[in-house]
């Protein structure tokens, strides 16, 4: 009995541990997720809040309309009118980050990927872009690999990656 106890306690700790690696995404619209943030807030496990939605707000709307020089006043403006009546506290989503501790505020998932790739703009089309945001890509290697997964993720291409490594050759999807 003793040892199928502490069998138990063994997966239990792995299935925490195994975890710790994946962030955890809140919606502040839902108030199971705004009670959880809070309460997430206020603990030990959180060792640093960065809410900057505001700024990534008027990012948004400066690559929107790149031509144009706004000010700070003309962005405030604009970025009030695309939150039409929303709090700014309520846009987007938190993202709590376990191996480092760290509660981020980010834009919603469609907005955070139209700043994030408005850098390929003239590079590649919009279409050529949701394409690649579609495909399952396979990367081997770890140092190479790895330095093509992470210029991928950044850039937009593929929302499901697979890493394998030798030896023995192990698959993790992303």
Request: charged letters at 20%.
């Amino acid at each position: 009995m003793i040892e199928s106890e502490g069998i138990q306690r063994g997966i239990e700790r792995y299935e925490a541990a195994r975890c710790i690696w994946r962030p955890v995404v809140f919606d502040p619209t839902s108030a199971t997720d705004l009670a959880a943030i809070e309460a997430l807030a206020q603990s030990a496990a959180v060792t640093f809040v960065h809410d900057s939605i505001m700024s990534q707000l008027m990012e948004l709307q400066e690559t929107r309309l790149p031509s144009l020089k706004l000010c700070d006043e003309e962005l405030a403006g604009r970025v009030h009118a695309h939150l039409d009546g929303t709090s700014a506290s309520e846009h987007g989503r938190w993202v709590f980050y376990p191996w480092s501790g760290r509660l981020v505020h980010v834009l919603p998932e469609d907005e955070y990927r139209e700043l994030r790739t408005s850098r390929n703009r003239n590079k590649i089309t919009a279409g050529e872009q949701d394409a690649l945001r579609r495909l399952k890509i396979g990367i081997v290697g770890l140092s190479v690999g790895q330095a093509t997964a992470v210029t991928m993720a950044i850039v937009g291409c593929s929302t499901s990656s697979g890493l394998t490594w030798s030896p023995g050759v192990r698959s993790c999807t992303v």
